[in-house]
């Protein structure tokens, strides 16, 4: 995931009044297609979309279409479905955000609350480094597997709690063990049962291999090969890990539409899922243990002056894969893209959207 300096040059490009035209986003879009981008853009405001456009290729190798109803692979997106599972467990008095995680697992380190792994200030170790070294990579790991291996390698803290900002993976992993702790109840069976279903994400899930394989539409990711030809990413040696970390639960492995991710932002201004007092918390920085902010709430970075006021955004990275979604709260516009050739022009669209919306 990228940090909120990717997209500091949206916050200035929108000064320029030469850039304020409302057909700026359908020239990015030309450019960006005959650049050699393949995914799916929506911008909406107040829930209404302005704009929806799938470009590119379902499959490279099939030359099958994008349409803006294909499944993506969402990756870290992931989290903020994550996170909000945990505030309602905190809303159901399941928990506490600053409850010590050893309370409810067993880990070796000490001093980690709940608020700490959901703000990625936990100092925890990244357990993908682990698995990599000691894991028989000719079986698929799950959170209790890379539990076993925190406790059984017990690799440093990389500092102490709270002292400052670092994305983790690992945390997530074990946000979403607590859950299922608490809860008495299978994580990917809490997101169907508490988000999608309810929200009518009808196409939102957290799948196995073999599910995505068995989703007609899902859109697959692409890498270029020495050839400069785009194929499956699955077929690349650096994307193994999909296959023998393929049950983890928390950090990623949700799967999603455009017009799905459409819905779970506009449930985001209700208090269907948790009152909107909780619900702030995600959006706000976390004040580290020397009274500095870091601009990362619950699953959300945090950006407070935007073109459009207070902006809270996330972006997922993973292999084939790059996705993003922009909120601007105050004025209820969302950008969505999805793309599925790991492209450059990712975040000339995200800019471009931001330009448009100024005039839309």
């Not at 090969?225 to 650096?238: E, M, P, T, V």
């Not at 779970?264 to 208090?271: C, G, H, I, R, T």
């Not at 702030?280 to 407070?304: H, Q």
């Not at 790991?342 to 919306?357: F, G, Q, W």
Request: hydrophobic share 40%.
């Amino acid at each position: 995931m990228k940090n909120l300096s990717t997209l500091c040059v949206l916050l200035f490009l929108w000064i320029s009044p030469l850039f304020a035209q409302q057909k700026i986003l359908e020239s990015a879009l030309i450019q960006a297609e005959s650049n050699g981008f393949s995914g799916v853009v929506l911008v909406a405001e107040d829930g209404k979309i302005l704009l929806e456009k799938a470009i590119g290729f379902r499959s490279f190798e099939n030359k099958t279409p994008l349409q803006t109803t294909d499944v993506f692979e969402m990756a870290s997106i992931s989290k903020q479905f994550t996170a909000m599972i945990v505030m309602m467990c905190q809303e159901k008095k399941m928990l506490d955000f600053d409850n010590l995680v050893q309370k409810y697992l067993d880990i070796p380190y000490k001093g980690i609350t709940i608020r700490h792994l959901l703000t990625h200030t936990s100092g925890l170790p990244d357990y993908q480094t682990i698995m990599d070294a000691h894991w028989d990579k000719s079986k698929v790991a799950g959170n209790p597997d890379i539990l076993e291996y925190l406790n059984r390698y017990s690799p440093p803290m990389l500092f102490e709690p709270g002292e400052k900002y670092e994305y983790s993976n690992t945390g997530y992993v074990l946000l979403a063990s607590i859950a299922e702790k608490v809860s008495g109840r299978d994580f990917v069976e809490l997101t169907k049962e508490w988000i999608f279903k309810p929200l009518g994400m009808k196409n939102t899930a957290i799948r196995s291999l073999e599910e995505k394989a068995n989703v007609e539409n899902f859109a697959a990711g692409h890498l270029k090969d020495s050839l400069g030809n785009y194929i499956n990413a699955n077929k690349f040696h650096a994307s193994d890990y999909t296959v023998w970390l393929g049950n983890r639960k928390g950090p990623g492995r949700v799967s999603s539409t455009a017009k799905d991710l459409l819905k779970w932002d506009q449930a985001l201004y209700s208090e269907k899922l948790v009152k909107k007092e909780l619900l702030e918390k995600a959006f706000s920085p976390y004040i580290l243990n020397d009274l500095t902010r870091s601009y990362y709430g619950f699953g959300w970075e945090v950006e407070p002056k935007s073109p459009f006021g207070k902006m809270v955004m996330h972006t997922g990275d993973n292999p084939g894969y790059q996705t993003i979604i922009v909120r601007f709260i105050e004025e209820g516009k969302t950008i969505i893209v999805l793309n599925n050739n790991y492209h450059p022009d990712k975040i000339k669209l995200v800019e471009a959207a931001t330009l448009s919306l100024r005039k839309w």
